[in-house]
């Protein structure tokens, strides 16, 4: 599996026979994505979903799906996106990948915006390791082992002591850092420091995608 991280919380999954684009928000650069068999979308936020980046993924690849969650499509139908709904927890395949959809609400930003629909989405293939993209949400947690947990390094809803916490909980085999669009290169230092240094017992592995992607296979 290849994994490119292409701005913020969006990120291209590739298979043998699957090219999963997750997330493609207002803070990613997806001009240079020319296939794809799955757009998955997590919650509507602009970050997330940016639906001018989406139409230009969409004209490229007419026939492609798009799945998102109750709050997303939404949006998409009123702009004239055809899109399916996830729902938690109701699996559905892209080529030979498992995709589930996790969890339900976006995390508080503060008692002032209400609260959206979030689903975070794990990956899994025969003979590759698993991916969990959570969105924008830091409670849902698979039941299945996570190889590769894509992790939030910062966002006004989000503190790194629960960043930490939640790696902890996930416990993965190396995490990849995401939601970082609005941090300056020292401040994102630091926290992905934070992370490696204590997201585990002994630390876990950060395996920092930007600029370059990376193939993971599995042991």
């Not at 230009?56 to 690849?61: F, P, Y």
């Not at 395949?93 to 995709?99: E, K, L, Q, W």
């Not at 390094?153 to 970082?180: M, Q």
Request: proline fraction near 7%; include cysteine; aromatic fraction near 6%.
């Amino acid at each position: 599996m290849k994994i490119t991280h292409l701005g913020h919380a969006c990120l291209l999954a590739e298979y043998p026979d699957a090219r999963i684009l997750i997330d493609p928000g207002s803070f990613s650069e997806v001009s240079g994505v020319s296939v794809v068999d799955a757009v998955l979308i997590t919650h509507q936020h602009a970050d997330h979903l940016d639906l001018d980046k989406l139409r230009g993924v969409l004209e490229r690849n007419p026939d492609v799906p798009v799945y998102a969650d109750p709050g997303s499509l939404k949006v998409l139908r009123e702009a004239g996106i055809d899109a399916q709904e996830n729902q938690a927890g109701q699996a559905f395949s892209v080529g030979s990948v498992r995709v589930t959809p996790i969890g339900r609400m976006h995390a508080e930003i503060h008692p002032y915006i209400e609260r959206i629909p979030n689903l975070g989405v794990t990956l899994r293939a025969d003979g590759d390791l698993t991916l969990f993209h959570p969105g924008d949400a830091l409670d849902g947690q698979p039941l299945e082992h996570i190889d590769i947990l894509a992790v939030p390094v910062s966002g006004p809803w989000g503190a790194v002591k629960e960043t930490i916490a939640f790696v902890r909980r996930i416990a993965p085999s190396v995490v990849v850092p995401i939601h970082d669009g609005t941090l300056s290169e020292v401040g994102r230092g630091m926290y992905l420091k934070h992370i490696g240094d204590f997201g585990l017992d002994g630390g876990v592995p950060v395996r920092d995608l930007r600029g370059e992607p990376a193939t993971f296979f599995d042991a």
